[in-house]
């Protein structure tokens, strides 16, 4: 009795078990059901229940077809829009609702405000086409509303055209004649100004004030010129004359020139006669003498006619030059008498001028008008259709929307998200907090988990701070081996052969670039930098210039940076990068250094250098007493 006692209150435990633990799936099964199913079938009810949307759609060109031998209009976005309220207007739509109220036998009413709400005008970008188009649940009726609101389009556009080209063509009559007697009341204003103000011509040099006015301009401009000319020859003749020059008048030049000429050629005989004998044997020779008495003679004529040719010549001149002067007076006196009736000229003639041009706008408006009664009267377009019907209006057979499938779809996942936030949302109300089990640690009871108080297995490695690890490689300096100097050096370009060498006798980079070829002394070994700091020249440098390498052409920094970066890459040195004039000039330091130098005297070879500078070179230099700078060796690329 016992074991069956036993027995069944062991089957009882089980069973209450396994419901508390299956009872949260059961409750998220009926929340997820009770939930996703009237949501599914509400929306999927809703969707299907939806009549189905046609849409007929027919394309229409709001201006009259081009011919074929026309270009195309370009497209008339202002008119678009205004057959766009036209089509949509109370008139239009009053045509259609009656005409339709006729076609449907009675069978529905038609109005205006339905109309409006069914039909819609979409018009093509850029074009002159717009789409007319009714949507509704009754396909034929669709068509036939839109064929029948085109056709009371056509039949509207084409009595306002008739009615509107009369109306244009008197109004365009009436403007004819009107401008047709304006032209000619302008026409005679026009000659009557003409005879009043003595106009010859339409054009104003064609006519007497200005022609008088052009010529004495002209003229004076010309008495100007001479004015000047006549003055300047006037003043080159006092000048001569100051000079005690020859002067003669323009008549006598030739035959001063000839006299010259002649005594010219006198004088080479008597300079030949003279070299050849003597002057008494000339003077008792007839004909030897008579040469030098001709030259007498004519030397006589040259200064008669040039004393008598300067007072006639400054004569001459001088009247000239007030001749000309008295010209431009007296056209200068002319030109202020005719200036007031050349202003009264021009001003009259600008006044005719505008009448022209007002004449030839009346002429080109009287043209314009005329062509237009003429292309009216031609092209009759309250004959012709001015809308052309693209496509008209078909039944539809397929329906636009709704979109049942993508509906259904779109209604299913929302539902079942509803249905998954409830159960989550449920969830998350009935969640109780469970307590972390109580650790047991020889039958006490431990609600937390025990710390390690000290710890000595981890310890944590100790930040120290290396300011030599803060700085990056690059910072670092580098010193290169003797090897890759050399490598470095044959490499390199002339001009960076002649900067290594430089480097490698104390200079810094800086005073290289401020040497001038004054500063290196070849016979003296001396190198004198601007600065004032001078150095002993050692043979590499003293060398160098014979390679063809003057200081006037210096590269600049980035020029010699990028070439010793070559140069590295060429001699395949490690890390090419990291070899400048910084570089090379540390490597040279360090070369002294290690020699044993006297780091006092180290700054009379590479300049000064700052006092943590020193206190680090001394790390490399030897344990025994510093040399003096006498005992140093120098010479890098000239070592033993």
């Keep these: 009795m016992n074991n069956q006692s036993h027995s069944f209150q062991s ?36 969707i299907f229940l939806q009549p189905a949307i046609y849409q007929s759609v027919a394309t229409v060109l709001t201006m009259a077809a081009t011919d074929i031998d026309q270009a195309s209009p370009s497209a008339d976005l202002q008119h678009v829009s205004i057959q766009k309220q036209i089509l949509l207007g109370s008139t239009i739509l009053d045509k259609t609702a009656e005409r339709l109220q006729q076609l449907s036998l009675q069978t529905k009413n038609w109005n205006a405000d339905e109309l409006r709400s069914l039909f819609a005008v979409v018009p093509e970008p850029e074009t002159n086409l717009v789409h007319l188009q009714a949507q509704g649940p009754e396909p034929k009726l ?21 009615e509107n080209t009369d ?14 007697r304006q032209v000619r009341d302008k026409r005679n204003q026009i000659d009557r100004f003409r005879l009043d103000h003595d106009i010859l011509s339409a054009e104003s040099a064609d006519n007497q ?24 020859k006037f003043d080159a003749i006092l000048i001569a004359i100051s000079r005690n020059e020859t002067v003669v008048p323009e008549s006598d030049s030739q035959s001063m020139a000839v006299l010259i000429h002649q005594a010219e050629k006198l004088r080479d005989q008597l300079a030949a006669i003279e070299a050849q004998y003597t002057r008494d044997y000339i003077d008792l020779n007839p004909s030897l003498r008579r040469v030098r008495e001709q030259l007498i003679e004519i030397e006589t004529k040259i200064s008669e006619k040039a004393s008598v040719g300067k007072s006639f010549a400054r004569q001459e001149a001088e009247n000239n030059y007030a001749a000309a002067r008295q010209a431009v007076i007296a056209l200068k006196q002319q030109m202020l ?6 202003a009264d000229f021009t001003s009259q003639f600008a006044e005719h001028q505008a009448l022209q041009q007002e004449l030839e706008k009346l002429e080109t408006l009287q043209q314009d008008t005329r062509q237009r009664l003429v292309d009216i009267d031609v092209k009759q377009r309250q004959k012709y259709p001015q809308v052309d019907v693209v496509d008209w209006a078909t039944l539809p057979d397929k329906p636009i ?75 670092v300096a ?76 210096w590269p600049t920094v980035e020029e010699i940076e990028t070439l010793l970066c070559c140069a590295a890459l060429d001699a395949g040195l490690h890390n090419p990068q990291q070899v400048n004039a910084e570089t090379l000039r540390y490597t040279y330091i360090l070369y002294l250094v290690r020699q044993g130098i006297k780091l006092t005297d180290l700054t009379k070879i590479v300049g000064s250098l700052a006092p943590s500078q020193l206190l680090e070179l001394g790390q490399f230099s030897p344990t025994t007493p510093g040399l003096p700078l006498e005992l140093i060796n120098l010479e890098y690329f000239l070592q033993a």
Aim: glycine share 4%; with cysteine.
């Design 11 to 46: 089957a009882s435990d089980g069973f209450g078990d396994s419901a508390r633990l299956h009872s949260p799936r059961l409750r998220r099964w009926l929340v997820f059901l009770l939930i996703f199913i009237p949501c599914m079938l509400g929306s999927q009810s809703y």
């Design 142 to 162: 669709l068509q036939l509303a839109v064929n029948t609101w085109i056709d009371s389009y056509l039949r509207v556009r084409a009595a306002f055209i008739a």
């Design 401 to 475: 929307s709704p979109n049942y499938l993508q509906q259904s779809l779109l209604a299913f996942g929302v539902s079942l998200a509803l249905a998954l936030l409830a159960v989550l949302i449920i969830d998350f109300l009935n969640r109780e907090s469970a307590a972390p089990a109580p650790m047991s640690l020889g039958g006490i009871h431990l609600h937390h988990q025990p710390r390690e108080m000290l710890d000595v297995s981890h310890h944590q490695p100790r930040v120290v701070y290396d300011p030599l690890k803060a700085l990056s490689k690059e910072d």
């Design 478 to 553: 580098r010193e290169m081996t003797q090897p890759e100097v050399l490598a470095l050096y044959q490499e390199a370009d002339p001009p960076i052969q002649a900067i290594i060498n430089l480097l490698f006798n104390g200079l810094s980079l800086a005073e290289i670039l401020s040497l001038t070829p004054d500063c290196l002394d070849s016979q003296l070994l001396m190198i004198m930098i601007p600065e004032g700091r001078s150095l002993v020249m050692t043979r590499s440098v003293a060398e160098c210039p014979a390679g063809g390498f003057s200081c006037l052409n």
């Design 167 to 180: 109306k244009v063509t008197e109004d365009l009559n009436g403007q004819l004649q009107r401008i047709e």
């Design 209 to 232: 004030a200005h022609a008088r006015l052009q010529g004495l301009n002209n003229s004076l401009n010309a008495a100007l010129e001479e004015e000047v000319k006549a003055k300047a």
């Design 337 to 342: 008498e005719h200036k007031k009736l050349a």
